[in-house]
């Protein structure tokens, strides 16, 4: 079953977990910002992009290897005239130092690079997504504890009404009909209470898997950190620190390097090179044969597929700068969104608050009306309950959209990580 505490000067309320699944390993409440750290501390999808970063940092030391010497050394059993008829196996051995290439090397290097900072993106994306996700969990969590409260209290006022109507219909002083309403209306709250104790098993069983944990946490504070409440105060972005925005960036680089080195590829390449092959029966005979000087090669015919791979590279360039600006849009576009929502869902939560106390104002009339006066009917009665409670509902519901929202923003601008206070902090071996 789920018990509530509220412990003297705290407002945490504690939702007991037990009938969910085993107990979990620790029965502290579980905060939003410690969530985000054990959330983190575990996920494998930090892992994954933690491990792309270091696949990619060995891609920039494979590129950068055309700047060093190349030696190379084998056995070669063709014909060579300069050694004579013989087709016995030769040992050959080869080296070659590149001077010039116009910016083959280079552009591979940035290219790899982009890609380094393209895997880097991807890794505040899954962290960012991860903060996103879990916060949603703990929000829905809150919520449905909030709501089990109105609904718990729903059922009690409403067992009361239908209490005091069978009195009165064991008293002959009401019908049948009245009394058969009110219990249907106990139903009712027994079904949605129900209906909020499924989801909250759920979201339960949720946020435990983004956790790590076994079985569902004991306790969830209900609390946010006051911060949370301004996170879209503010309007400007640091595009810098949006990571969708950093990874269109990357790719618009990496597709500028794609460009560079293609084109660069048209151009010959300038290398000191040498080689020589000798007969394993007679090393320093006539039968050896070396070289050794600059060398300067280019590809002189290759079905126009240099040619073809500048043109992709040149449209790649395109695609890519538009999608920096696509990513800026959408960016830029959801958190407006989540901005004016918050100000309508502001708004709108004053109403209901002021609603709730005109409500409960009505159903004391009511029930004095159909009480002393018999002039409204238990229908009258019932309804201006489900009315007050309707509107406890939508205020919960509200609240905690909002949060959800300020979620969102930190999100969309790329601060949620500030946020929570996990800039510089280091997890799978990589620095936030």
């Known amino acids: 079953m789920f018990r509530w505490q509220r412990w003297a000067g705290t407002a945490v309320a504690i939702l007991s977990l037990a009938s969910i699944g085993h107990a979990a390993a620790t029965t502290e409440p579980?905060?939003?910002?410690?969530?985000?750290?054990?959330?983190?501390?575990?996920?494998?999808?930090?892992?994954?992009?933690?491990?792309?970063?270091?696949?990619?940092?060995?891609?920039?030391?494979?590129?950068?290897?055309?700047?060093?010497?190349?030696?190379?050394?084998?056995?070669?059993?063709?014909?060579?005239?300069r050694l004579g008829s013989s087709w016995r196996p030769r040992p050959q051995v080869s080296a070659s130092?590149?001077?010039?290439?116009?910016?083959?090397?280079?552009?591979?290097?940035?290219?790899?690079?982009?890609?380094?900072?393209?895997?880097?993106?991807?890794?505040?994306?899954?962290?960012?997504?991860?903060?996103?996700?879990?916060?949603?969990?703990?929000?829905?969590?809150?919520?449905?504890?909030?709501?089990?409260?109105?609904?718990?209290?729903?059922?009690?006022?409403?067992?009361?009404?239908?209490?005091?109507?069978?009195?009165?219909f064991a008293k002959g002083a009401t019908t049948r009909s009245d009394a058969l309403q009110a219990q249907s209306r106990v139903a009712a709250a027994e079904a949605t209470l129900a209906r909020i104790d499924a989801e909250e098993r759920r979201w339960a069983s949720n946020l435990a898997f983004l956790l790590g944990r076994d079985a569902p946490p004991a306790a969830i504070d209900t609390d946010m950190p006051e911060w949370l409440a301004h996170s879209c105060d503010d309007a400007a972005i640091d595009w810098d620190a949006v990571p969708a925005v950093m990874r269109a960036e990357a790719q618009r680089s990496q597709a500028d390097a794609d460009l560079r080195r293609n084109r660069a590829a048209r151009l010959p390449t300038v290398a000191l090179a040498g080689d020589a092959a000798t007969d394993p029966s007679g090393p320093f005979t006539s039968r050896s044969a070396y070289?050794?000087?600059?060398?300067?090669?280019?590809?002189?015919?290759?079905?126009?597929?240099?040619?073809?791979?500048?043109?992709?590279?040149?449209?790649?360039?395109?695609?890519?700068?538009?999608?920096?600006?696509?990513?800026?849009?959408?960016?830029?576009?959801?958190?407006?969104?989540?901005?004016?929502?918050?100000?309508?869902?502001?708004?709108?939560?004053?109403?209901?608050?002021?609603?709730?106390?005109?409500?409960?104002?009505?159903?004391?009339?009511?029930?004095?009306?159909?009480?002393?006066?018999?002039?409204?009917?238990?229908?009258?009665?019932?309804?201006?309950?489900?009315?007050?409670?309707?509107?406890?509902?939508?205020?919960?519901?509200?609240?905690?959209?909002?949060?959800?929202?300020?979620?969102?923003?930190?999100?969309?601008?790329?601060r949620s990580r500030d946020a929570f206070a996990l800039t510089g902090t280091s997890f799978r071996g990589v620095t936030l």
Not at 53 to 81: F, H, Q
Not at 140 to 154: D, G, S
């Open 97 to 168: 130092q590149m001077l010039f290439d116009f910016g083959k090397v280079s552009s591979a290097v940035d290219a790899a690079r982009a890609g380094t900072r393209i895997g880097r993106a991807d890794l505040l994306l899954a962290v960012d997504g991860l903060i996103r996700e879990t916060g949603y969990a703990v929000v829905e969590l809150q919520r449905n504890v909030a709501l089990r409260t109105v609904a718990n209290e729903q059922l009690e006022r409403i067992r009361a009404i239908s209490d005091l109507v069978g009195n009165r």
């Open 30 to 81: 579980v905060t939003l910002p410690g969530a985000m750290r054990e959330m983190l501390a575990w996920h494998p999808g930090i892992a994954q992009a933690a491990a792309t970063i270091d696949a990619r940092d060995a891609e920039v030391e494979v590129a950068r290897a055309g700047y060093l010497p190349r030696i190379s050394a084998g056995v070669g059993s063709g014909y060579d005239n």
């Open 291 to 414: 070289s050794f000087g600059l060398s300067v090669t280019s590809d002189v015919f290759g079905g126009n597929a240099v040619r073809a791979r500048v043109r992709g590279a040149s449209a790649a360039v395109s695609a890519a700068e538009a999608g920096a600006r696509q990513a800026r849009l959408e960016t830029g576009q959801r958190l407006a969104e989540a901005q004016q929502q918050i100000v309508s869902l502001t708004a709108l939560l004053d109403t209901l608050s002021a609603r709730q106390g005109d409500m409960v104002e009505t159903g004391k009339l009511y029930r004095l009306q159909y009480l002393d006066m018999g002039t409204r009917t238990l229908v009258d009665l019932l309804n201006a309950e489900q009315e007050l409670q309707q509107a406890r509902f939508d205020s919960v519901n509200t609240a905690h959209d909002l949060r959800r929202l300020q979620l969102d923003c930190l999100y969309y601008s790329g």
